[in-house]
């Protein structure tokens, strides 16, 4: 329903807005792509390449990232449509002057001219900083990951923990926590104990500002005792047979375990609710995951969200099933905010859709926007155009109803894009470190 | 798609429209609010400005309307986005002369014109009538309540059940209708004449147009045997445990029973689907509600549909998920309409999601359209606004596609608003009462 | 969102294409219908009048088509807002010369003008072919019909197998196994070679395309082994009980097998999921089917379509809900193409979200558009106008996004109505045949 020209307009205003981007996979040490064929090597285009019928050794078992490119031109119209292959192609346009379609006549020179860009010194500073205007971008960062000197100015970190929840009755798992604190786990209590200093590390060594996991659609959370957990912990490290229920028992204690740690550490909680893993089994690595729907996945945490009013949940999840269920979350749970729309919910249509509903829905500084999930810094330079553009439309839409004026409505974008994600997340203190 | 001329166009015609309102919360005897405060209590707004940060002390704990929004004054922005504050606003500048935002410059003078005109006799008439063009309002009146003397020509009573179903197995519910009906109840035979003497007396003495009762997403429904429901019914009462599968058989059997009521005295029976109680704990009152999804809460009512062709059940869901299902029963079972947009779904984009779908899917005959669930006639002020123009941006899109002309779009309109409910309802005998 | 100028333009093109037509129930000896009443007869208008208030008997107690058609003018305009009588008005407007409404005043009309023309030699030609460009027509086939002497240059069978899994367990199966082959069944093993019989003809003999079932939302496909299997068939062969879960088991070895024999005879497998029969029992014949979601009506075809990479699935399904798990289906499996809009989704709206959806998650290349499910070729000419203006819209509001040029757009297009089934269905072989 809105016109063109107010998208247009209010899309021009919301480009100019700083941004926090909640989520990605940048590597604080080296943020970009190589050239552009690390872009290309993307798991979504790989997925789509192989399901429109590429040959997975012509894909997979290339050796070098230009034999891949290669290798893809004529499957490249195959894809063509997809939300994903435009973004590819954005980014190639923003950043490497491609004119036309990527194709044979056209990626030897984007190619080159990504070699010669991305190399350039503080590439990935231009990238995230002038052509984005992304003030903080959120890592995901391993529990034995060590972030000493990482900017940040730049970045800040969230502790990922999840072997910790899901994988806790494995040995190796023990034995890597062992590894990471120097602490000996001979216990439940031990573990806890490790792991709890692991948060602390993270919180005050590393200026963390949250911690992250995601969950599949199946799992449950509900409060299990200490001794009960403590006696199935001992029999998994004794490795010993755990039953499923005992498995979930065991889960769920660490999940509220885990809880109280972000609690005493000032960290929100991002949860990531409902991928399933390896859905397709002959796929390109992360290229199988896919997700269903758990009706009870959104109440499972009801419990949790009630006994721990002083932690911020910040919820996305998987499927655009339960997006209203969500909402509803958002709008009634004082510690529970919303964030962006993940994976197979980042795509135009069921952004907008999201997004008209939460604005309509739930208290506007309950809602994070940008959850690019970029694993190099020059993927975000999609994933803002699709969102902003998602943004725009629906702001204007509520203009055109006459339920927003268009000053509210950047007022909207502005809250969504930077001050939420900087309340939610506590940036503020760090805010004169970044560029005003 | 629809232009916007288009929708104002139609929206203008559609405002002039008699409406009838199907469900509200309305007091027969003092219909609309003492001052502004009670309209800003709504509990969509308590529940939100607690989600937005206000403490719940600051909010709950004010001594008087005026304190409360006062103290609630540095959060409203916080919520200015959402669709129940837009609606409070609208309320403000329809009826209490606000212009620009309700906040410290206007609210003093909202909160005078609203005590001064909120006390005006007829005032609520005034709101209904001459405002809105509501012909009649639906209410919602507890088994106990004493009817006489409500105004036939605005109200038509709807008997509320929900305890003589979901807490049919507690003491306290038989003894409340013994004492409402004067009956001794000794056995589930009893209970249910005690029962059937309130369906009948709010049928034939109070007008009563419908029975309703909300359900939770798991309530299931299925024939159980009277000597069965009798004999857990008979646990019950003498104080002995009843275990959940007997809990569960003795609430259908009582559910089925209630609807050959409905058959018997000629009453809808109108099913509110869906709400959980109390999912957030430190709410303001019905602030904590939501909702969940069961795949099988609207196929459980497939027997019953299929064993009272006779009783008309007016169906409406508290999620987005199932409306395409429902509306797949409304489209095949002749006793089944479907009625509004119901509290989490009463939003602008579900609306008018759900519009779409119906009007695309079921006879036009089968819809009602308003459903404000307003508890003072000033809500239904903002209730009709936010409808009404879903409704016009629907039918302007439909005219945009060429599968309506114009004159189709209003009539559709008129049904929904209008024809249909007082069809639905049979409030034609008492139309000579109402204004025309 | 696009303007009606673009959208318009699009649909001019987009009209002009070939179509190939993904599923039908067209009778390939006589694809028309006899006069306008067969095409008022189908069950969404029987459904829809009977669901708006029509006596049962008035309806299908008509002696005559005439009889039926008078019988129901009083009750048209109850269902004139479907996107079902759109499309019946339109048959009558493309075909028979109907001008305004169909009723009281034009019915008669059209009734002699559709019985003149549907007589005329080649009627279903002129429709198929020169009204609506559709180069090949899916048909459904019973495993005992000869299909020896159909057009080819017009139809393509496919092999519809429902009662070989869903009713695998009754002897009147067997028996009817038996008379299609000749051939003897006294085992699990005799009924697979049966069956396999029946597929080789239908592929080698008939050149059918597809095999193809409709499941229940329940269905549940895992692996069952030959032995397990053959014991339980024994068991249902000699008139013995089976449980339920032995049924599931051998439903699901036989869904398999059939499988792999799509795989030896080079067919796609059509999927059509999510139906629930009879779910109003006083309806007419299909008019009380529905649907319901069971969560892992999507999830259990997992394994299946890992283990039969070689086999093309085409899925559709009945609900809106699990639309996006679908698509994330589609999007990874390289072996797995999505269909079309079916039934309870061949809703204008629905199919805008379903498009819009997949054009930006799935390869375009694995996208089959238009699935008319018809009776008789005229209910081709609304369906095909339905879908059109759907997917026109779609590609506009894509261009007017900057998402697509109208170029690519229009590629789009082709691509799902005519060069996906064409590619998926193996119709190049044929296309000498065919009319270019
Ligand atoms: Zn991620
Ligand atoms: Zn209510
Ligand atoms: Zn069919």
Same mark, same amino acid.
């Given at each position: =329903?809105?016109?063109?020209?107010?998208?247009?307009?209010?899309?021009?205003?919301?480009?100019?807005?700083?941004?926090?981007?909640?989520?990605?996979?940048?590597?604080?040490?080296?943020?970009?792509?190589?050239?552009?064929?690390?872009?290309?090597?993307?798991?979504?285009?790989?997925? %789509?390449?192989?399901?429109?019928?590429?040959?997975?050794?012509?894909?997979?078992?290339?050796? *070098?990232?230009?034999?891949?490119?290669?290798?893809?031109?004529?499957?490249?119209?195959?894809?063509?449509?997809?939300?994903?292959?435009?973004?590819?192609?954005?980014?190639?346009?923003?950043?490497?002057?491609?004119?036309?379609?990527?194709?044979?006549?056209?990626?030897?020179?984007?190619?080159? #001219?990504?070699?010669?860009?991305?190399?350039?010194?503080?590439?990935?500073?231009?990238?995230?900083?002038?052509?984005?205007?992304?003030?903080?971008? =959120?890592?995901?960062?391993?529990?034995?990951?060590?972030? *000493?000197?990482?900017?940040?100015?730049?970045?800040?970190?969230?502790?990922?923990?999840? !072997?910790?929840?899901?994988?806790?009755?494995? !040995?190796?798992?023990?034995?890597?926590?062992?590894?990471? *604190?120097? =602490? %000996?786990?001979?216990?439940?209590?031990?573990?806890?104990?490790?792991?709890?200093?692991? @948060?602390?590390?993270?919180?005050?060594?590393?200026?963390?500002?949250?911690?992250? $996991?995601?969950?599949?659609?199946?799992?449950?959370?509900?409060?299990?005792?200490?001794?009960?957990?403590?006696?199935?912990?001992?029999?998994?490290?004794?490795?010993?047979?755990? #039953?499923?229920? %005992?498995?979930?028992?065991?889960?769920?204690?660490?999940?509220?375990?885990?809880?109280?740690?972000?609690?005493?550490?000032?960290?929100?909680?991002?949860?990531?609710? &409902?991928?399933?893993?390896?859905?397709?089994?002959?796929?390109?690595?992360? &290229?199988?995951?896919?997700?269903?729907?758990?009706?009870?996945?959104?109440?499972?945490?009801?419990?949790?969200?009630?006994?721990?009013?002083?932690? #911020?949940?910040?919820?996305? $999840?998987?499927?655009?099933?339960?997006?209203?269920?969500?909402?509803? =979350?958002?709008?009634?749970?004082?510690?529970?905010?919303?964030?962006?729309?993940?994976?197979? *919910?980042?795509? !135009?249509?069921?952004?907008?859709?999201?997004?008209?509903?939460?604005?309509?829905?739930?208290?506007?500084?309950?809602?994070? &926007?940008?959850?690019?999930?970029?694993?190099?810094?020059?993927? #975000?330079?999609?994933?803002?155009?699709?969102?902003?553009?998602?943004?725009?439309?629906?702001?204007?839409?509520?203009?055109?109803?006459?339920? @927003?004026? %268009?000053?509210?409505?950047?007022?909207?974008?502005?809250?969504?894009?930077?001050?939420?994600?900087?309340?939610?997340? &506590?940036?503020?203190?760090?805010?004169?470190?970044?560029?005003?």
């Amino acid at each position: =329903m809105p016109s063109k020209e107010l998208v247009e307009r209010l899309l021009g205003e919301v480009r100019r807005m700083p941004i926090i981007d909640c989520h990605t996979h940048l590597r604080w040490n080296h943020a970009g792509a190589d050239d552009v064929s690390d872009i290309f090597g993307y798991h979504y285009i790989m997925a %789509e390449l192989l399901s429109a019928g590429m040959p997975h050794e012509k894909l997979l078992g290339a050796q *070098t990232g230009r034999e891949r490119i290669r290798n893809a031109l004529p499957y490249l119209p195959r894809i063509s449509n997809t939300a994903t292959w435009w973004g590819f192609e954005e980014i190639c346009r923003r950043l490497f002057g491609l004119k036309g379609a990527f194709g044979e006549a056209t990626w030897e020179d984007v190619f080159a #001219t990504s070699e010669r860009r991305c190399r350039e010194p503080g590439w990935h500073r231009e990238v995230i900083e002038e052509t984005l205007n992304v003030r903080r971008t =959120m890592l995901t960062n391993n529990y034995d990951e060590d972030l *000493t000197g990482y900017d940040r100015s730049m970045f800040a970190p969230a502790l990922r923990i999840d !072997p910790l929840v899901l994988a806790c009755d494995r !040995p190796e798992t023990v034995a890597s926590v062992q590894k990471a *604190t120097g =602490m %000996e786990v001979r216990s439940l209590s031990d573990f806890k104990k490790a792991v709890g200093s692991v @948060f602390h590390r993270f919180r005050h060594d590393f200026g963390a500002r949250s911690s992250a $996991i995601s969950l599949p659609p199946d799992f449950s959370a509900f409060p299990v005792h200490e001794g009960d957990a403590a006696q199935i912990f001992d029999r998994a490290l004794a490795g010993r047979r755990v #039953t499923d229920d %005992e498995f979930r028992r065991l889960r769920s204690h660490l999940f509220y375990a885990y809880t109280a740690f972000c609690q005493d550490n000032g960290l929100v909680f991002q949860l990531m609710l &409902g991928v399933d893993r390896l859905v397709y089994l002959n796929a390109a690595p992360s &290229g199988g995951d896919a997700f269903s729907t758990d009706p009870s996945m959104l109440r499972t945490l009801r419990d949790l969200l009630n006994r721990y009013p002083g932690v #911020t949940f910040d919820l996305c $999840i998987l499927n655009r099933v339960q997006m209203h269920e969500l909402a509803a =979350m958002g709008k009634i749970f004082p510690n529970c905010v919303v964030s962006g729309h993940w994976w197979y *919910t980042f795509y !135009p249509g069921a952004i907008r859709e999201a997004l008209r509903e939460r604005l309509e829905m739930i208290p506007v500084v309950k809602l994070n &926007g940008l959850f690019s999930d970029s694993y190099y810094c020059e993927w #975000t330079v999609a994933k803002v155009a699709v969102y902003t553009r998602a943004l725009a439309e629906c702001l204007a839409e509520k203009v055109e109803q006459a339920y @927003f004026s %268009e000053d509210r409505a950047l007022w909207v974008a502005r809250r969504l894009l930077y001050e939420n994600p900087v309340e939610h997340f &506590g940036l503020q203190a760090d805010e004169q470190l970044a560029r005003t």
